[in-house]
């Protein structure tokens, strides 16, 4: 904390007026404060109470000072809850007298959170207002609330969401959309059977993804773990012991780059079916979609934050990954195209080659190079390389290709859903090529999890898997980048955070 004399004149006054308060015998943080009912309760309650009417009922508030206009002998304030309802309070002299009135003058600023006891009335404009009796400082604010025309700029809200919660409605109905669906979620899930599960955040060797992982070190046992990248060798091995529809609600952390659809740590809604495959998967994420925008919008047309909408309704396209590249560069691409080809189209197109790059990974660059921004509306891409594929089954009928999927909304990548691989030998040869990568410095290449193959040796029965963007959803559903849907997403800390 700096000297109290380098503080900006605001932060100091506002310091100056605790000290006083103190002094007097006051509390700026008291441990408790009057409070019988909420504003919107009140405003419930009093909807359609005539102007200038007095109802006689005595209830004590709270709230956040967001407006104050201080005269002779009356003064007015609006007082703010968390859900951003707003109400009325008044302070006249005859009611609170000369030296609790002085007090509200001279030590409540805007941002100081307040209680105050009084009648519920109207007043002579007819607005619905508390007529003090007397108030109580519930907590003193050190720090000025940005002014109204003046507001928080991006960068300002996600490191300060505490601040943007208090100051932008949009931030507070966002705060509050997650847990609708996530309740959406659950119940679309439960609906169906399945059973919620948790699995380790804390693992011993990282996999279910092509991801950088975070590493840590556990000093109880004396050796290194990894941050979950996915929970799905674990969801996996719920299955082969008979738990055959699964899901858990996670947090995932990559230590990989940061943008406007990726964040290093994010939640993943992810879900194993026994006797399920892509397809029923697939079907499965829509219904997922589609209720949990009916239960944020009552409908299955999203509101984006811009005014925008979206329709996710009705059933969804499906487009081949391999003909949309063919269409795109005009000539015949298959999952077993060499890599030859896919680099002489790489290059055609401008891509830049890593040499570490397999088969797949350059046809899925030339994919999301060619195709990606025509995909708006609401498109399952199938048909995946299966090189790129390690914990997926090959396609029944298209050689070079796994029974994998991407959802795709809005030019992003919101779900993936397989067929999974379900032979453990097949797996190990899978795994082992994995390991083969990783040791020749492909940093996103899984390991050879032994574990989850004795696992998979006790049987596991066919099944359809799929992965889900919690936050991504979100995003479907706002149109607002990751870093909004995420309440306190991870930001490189600046001189004045430390």
């Not at 919107?40 to 009417?53: A, M, Q």
């Not at 705060?175 to 380790?200: C, D, G, H, W, Y």
């Amino acid at each position: 904390m700096a000297d109290e004399d380098d503080l900006p004149e605001q932060l100091r006054i506002r310091r100056e007026k605790r000290a006083a308060i103190l002094k007097r015998g006051g509390q700026p943080y008291p441990v408790s404060v009057p409070r019988t009912t909420t504003l919107l309760e009140i405003r419930t309650k009093h909807k359609d109470l005539p102007i200038d009417v007095s109802t006689g009922e005595i209830e004590s508030i709270t709230g956040r000072v967001i407006f104050k206009r201080d005269t002779g002998k009356l003064c007015f304030a609006n007082l703010r809850e968390g859900d951003g309802t707003e109400l009325q309070a008044m302070f006249s002299l005859d009611k609170i007298g000369e030296e609790q009135l002085e007090i509200w003058k001279s030590e409540i600023d805007l941002g100081d959170i307040v209680s105050v006891t009084g009648e519920v009335i109207t007043s002579k404009r007819g607005e619905l207002s508390i007529l003090a009796n007397s108030f109580t400082l519930a907590a003193k604010a050190l720090r000025p609330l940005p002014v109204e025309h003046k507001p928080l700029s991006e960068e300002s809200r996600v490191r300060m969401r505490y601040v943007d919660l208090i100051v932008r409605e949009e931030a507070r109905s966002n705060a509050r959309l997650r847990p609708a669906v996530m309740k959406s979620l659950r119940q679309t899930f439960s609906s169906r059977n399945f059973i919620e599960v948790e699995t380790p955040m804390l693992q011993v060797m990282h996999g279910g993804a092509a991801a950088r992982p975070f590493k840590t070190f556990s000093n109880a046992y004396e050796m290194d773990l990894f941050l979950r990248i996915a929970p799905e060798l674990y969801l996996k091995r719920c299955v082969v012991g008979g738990l055959e529809k699964v899901f858990e609600i996670n947090r995932n952390f990559r230590n990989e780059g940061a943008d406007s659809s990726h964040s290093p740590e994010f939640a993943m809604i992810e879900t194993y079916e026994a006797y399920g495959d892509w397809n029923t998967m697939a079907e499965l994420t829509r219904t997922l979609v589609q209720d949990s925008a009916k239960a944020v919008f009552g409908s299955h047309v999203v509101k984006h934050h811009d005014g925008r909408e979206l329709d996710l309704g009705g059933t969804w396209s499906e487009i081949s990954l391999f003909d949309a590249i063919s269409e795109s560069v005009g000539e015949k691409v298959t999952g077993e195209s060499s890599i030859d080809d896919l680099k002489k189209i790489a290059t055609k197109l401008g891509i830049k080659l890593d040499p570490k790059w397999i088969k797949g990974k350059i046809a899925e660059e030339i994919f999301e190079h060619v195709a990606i921004e025509k995909l708006t509306k609401p498109t399952f891409v199938k048909g995946f390389p299966i090189d790129t594929s390690p914990l997926v089954r090959a396609h029944r009928e298209i050689p070079g290709v796994a029974e994998k999927w991407d959802l795709y909304i809005e030019g992003f990548e919101l779900a993936t859903g397989y067929s999974e691989l379900v032979d453990p030998v097949v797996q190990r040869e899978r795994l082992t090529e994995q390991a083969k990568l990783g040791a020749s410095g492909d940093l996103e290449a899984m390991g050879l999890d032994e574990d989850f193959l004795r696992a998979m040796e006790h049987g596991m029965p066919p099944m359809g898997g799929m992965g889900m963007g919690a936050d991504r959803l979100l995003m479907a559903l706002t149109g607002l980048g990751i870093r909004e849907t995420i309440l306190f997403p991870l930001v490189k800390p600046t001189a004045g955070d430390e």
